[in-house]
Structure formats: structure tokens, C-alpha cells
């Protein structure tokens, strides 16, 4: 990769702290994956959270549930980015399997809730970028929603490719949250392609005709993932040939702390010198360039 395209821009420092926010709705968006908004007096969200950052949920404790660690998730939209004036508000997209899950699927209206953040690095992003390719799995596409608004907003050219088992798990409609498909600029500068588990569509072999197109009939600036390990393999072996494009995957991890204290999060990478080294998934990323991931599995 191209180091001049691996520098990070300096942002303001931003303190890690708890926030109490309440429950504004928790609703499903399919069988498996719920839409959770919260919201906090007088704390602007907006403008000290970057796309990539996740937070530490409270999950909160029931009669049957009681959950011990709090549970990292990407932030999935803020709301100034739907096109309103409520900074206060901040969104998070999951998929209601484990204890912690089950347990945030029971928050109902006005509760309270705790969260700790905001937590990571961001996504190497500029606005002067032409065109930008992002390649989504399942809810993985929660951590990519607020990059492909802020594309959207500089009117950058965007390829999207989603990924998921089926049709109903594909949550399209939550991705292109809060982008008019009918205008114009939409019509002519967003690609959004589709593949699906049940049909054979988001096998690896289309997935690599796919991508290597777009990346061949394209001048592509940077390109995104997250949500796969399998397609994270692929970008590699792929982008081999492109140096030059600025590639970022967005990893999921289990983790404890949430700040690099406990070190539960830790993977290999390959460093410049072709070393390999431990770094941290919540401290050192979740963010980091495509071709620098050592460990699969």
C-alpha cells in the first residue's frame, strides 16, 4: 500500500467516559437483528464519534439474563446524519443471539442504559476521494453505514457490494438509510449489488468476478469491508495489484475492556518489515489496513 495513503489524519481528542442515554426505540428489523436508538441530554454524539468507533453497551440484567460484560458495538448512524438536528441521539444495529444480545432486546421505551465510548480508531476517509468501493456481510454493514453517508454527502462515487445468507437477512433498506435513491446524483454515482447465500450468488468465485470488474473498470480511491473473514482473504490476494487504493477492513472481535487493558482482543499483523506482531482490536483498531491482517480464524 502506498504509504502516504496510511497516514492518519490527527482528530481532537475526545476523553472516553460513561454516558447515561435512554431508550428511544428498539424495534426488530427482521427475524434476527434489531434497530436500537438512544439518546442523551445535552451530549452531542455527532460531532465526537467517527466512522469505525463502536461503544460499550450496559446490557441490562433480567429475571432470567444477567449479562456481566458490557458488549462492543459499531455505531450504525448518528442522529444529525438522518437529515435532523437530534445530535443527541446515537444508533446501533444487532443481531440478537448471545446473553448480552438476548438481554438488550428487552430494553423498552424510556429506559435507561449505559455506554462507555467513543472507543477505536476511524476509517481513513477524504473528501476529495472520487470513488469509493464498499463489500459488506451480514451485520458488518452497521459499522459501514456511517462511511457510506458521509461519502454520500461529498458526492463521492459509491460501489456497494452486500453480502448475506438470504434476502430477508440483507437489510438494504437499513444500509442506503437516509439516501434518496430517486435523486439524481444517487442514480448516477451508486452501484449497489446483492448477493445471496441461498441462491450461490455470494459464492467466492462470483464474488471475485465480481470485485475484480469493478476494480478493473474503475479508478477506485479506497476500498472497505467488514463482516468476513473469507472475503478479508480475498481482498488480499486481490488488491495485490492495486497498491495504490487506500484498503481498510473494520474487524469484529470478542472483547472485555473495550480500552487495551485486558488484552483478550489481541491478533497477529504483519508489520512493514514483514515481521508479524500482537496488536489490540479495540485499542490499535477495530480499523486497520486490508493487507497488514496475519491471523484467520
Known amino acids: 500500500m502506498n504509504k502516504a495513503i496510511k497516514i492518519t489524519e490527527v482528530s481532537p481528542i475526545i476523553k472516553v467516559r460513561s454516558y447515561r442515554c435512554h431508550v428511544t426505540?428498539?424495534?426488530?428489523?427482521?427475524?434476527?437483528?434489531k434497530h436500537l436508538c438512544l439518546t442523551s441530554e445535552n451530549i452531542d454524539f455527532a460531532s465526537m464519534t467517527q466512522a469505525g468507533q463502536f461503544y460499550q453497551l450496559k446490557c441490562p440484567q433480567t429475571n432470567d439474563l444477567n449479562p456481566f460484560l458490557l458488549r462492543p458495538m459499531s455505531?450504525?448512524?448518528l442522529g444529525a446524519s438522518q437529515n435532523n438536528q437530534d445530535k443527541n441521539q446515537i444508533e446501533f444495529l444487532y443481531n440478537v443471539m448471545g446473553l448480552g444480545t438476548q438481554a438488550l432486546s428487552s430494553l423498552v421505551i424510556d429506559a435507561p442504559m449505559d455506554i462507555v465510548?467513543?472507543?477505536?480508531?476511524?476509517?481513513?476517509?477524504?473528501?476529495?476521494?472520487?470513488?469509493?468501493?464498499?463489500?459488506?456481510?451480514?451485520?458488518?454493514?452497521?459499522?459501514?453505514?456511517?462511511?457510506?453517508?458521509?461519502?454520500?454527502?461529498?458526492?463521492?462515487?459509491?460501489?456497494?457490494?452486500?453480502?448475506?445468507?438470504?434476502?430477508?437477512?440483507?437489510?438494504?433498506?437499513?444500509?442506503?438509510?437516509?439516501?434518496?435513491?430517486?435523486?439524481?446524483?444517487?442514480?448516477?454515482?451508486?452501484?449497489?449489488?446483492?448477493?445471496?447465500?441461498?441462491?450461490?450468488?455470494?459464492?467466492m468465485e462470483t464474488l471475485e468476478t465480481l470485485v475484480s470488474h469493478i476494480l478493473k473498470t474503475n479508478t477506485i480511491d479506497a476500498l472497505y469491508t467488514c463482516g468476513s473473514e473469507r472475503i478479508l482473504m480475498l481482498l488480499q490476494k486481490l488488491l495485490?495489484?492495486?497498491?495504490?487504493?487506500?484498503?481498510?477492513?473494520?474487524l469484529e472481535q470478542r472483547m472485555a475492556c473495550g480500552m487495551g487493558v485486558c488484552l483478550s482482543c489481541v491478533k497477529l499483523f504483519r508489520t512493514q518489515d514483514g515481521e508479524t506482531k500482537f496488536r489490540r482490536i479495540c485499542r490499535d483498531g477495530p480499523i486497520f489496513p486490508i493487507s497488514e491482517v496475519a491471523y484467520f480464524g
Open 117 to 203: 465510548g467513543p472507543l477505536g480508531n476511524s476509517f481513513y476517509f477524504k473528501p476529495s476521494f472520487k470513488k469509493i468501493l464498499l463489500i459488506v456481510r451480514g451485520v458488518g454493514l452497521a459499522t459501514l453505514a456511517p462511511l457510506l453517508k458521509q461519502a454520500y454527502q461529498h458526492n463521492i462515487g459509491i460501489n456497494v457490494i452486500m453480502s448475506a445468507r438470504h434476502q430477508d437477512d440483507l437489510m438494504q433498506d437499513q444500509f442506503l438509510q437516509g439516501i434518496d435513491l430517486n435523486e439524481s446524483y444517487a442514480k448516477m454515482h451508486l452501484n449497489v449489488h446483492c448477493l445471496y447465500d441461498s441462491d450461490g450468488s455470494s459464492s
Open 25 to 33: 426505540q428498539n424495534k426488530w428489523v427482521n427475524s434476527r437483528y
Open 240 to 250: 495485490i495489484n492495486y497498491p495504490d487504493i487506500c484498503a481498510e477492513v473494520a
Open 75 to 77: 455505531v450504525y448512524s
